[in-house]
């Protein structure tokens, strides 16, 4: 069984942000969505061959071969911020508080 600490270390993570109200539901969702994956491993599958690949077909897509058909200005001249050869974007990445 996991605490609500635990999960609201989670949402932290996700960057999931919910009311106190909002958070209640969240954690019975998500303690359910654990308890349904505990049920999955109980399931007897012996003798039944491992699934990779449901279709029967071969793959429809093109030969994957490199194409030009922009420059590295006209492509850059679309980004709001960039310097250099490099696109700037913010970061994804939030440390604060983390050991």
């Known amino acids: ?10 949402a932290t993570l996700a960057k999931f942000e ?11 969702k998500f303690q359910e969505t654990l308890d349904m994956g505990d049920k999955l491993q ?3 599958t012996t003798g039944v061959e491992p699934t990779t690949n449901l279709a029967t077909r071969t793959t429809v897509f093109r030969e994957d071969t490199p ?20 696109i ?5 990445l939030d440390t604060e508080g983390d050991n």
Do not use: Y
């Open 1 to 10: 069984m996991i605490d609500k600490e635990q999960i609201r270390h989670i």
């Open 18 to 28: 919910f009311s106190d109200e909002e958070f209640d539901g969240f954690a019975t």
């Open 67 to 86: 194409e030009t058909d922009q420059t590295r200005e006209q492509l850059l001249s679309n980004v709001p911020e960039s310097d250099g050869r490099l």
């Open 42 to 44: 109980d399931i007897d």
């Open 88 to 92: 700037k974007v913010p970061s994804i």
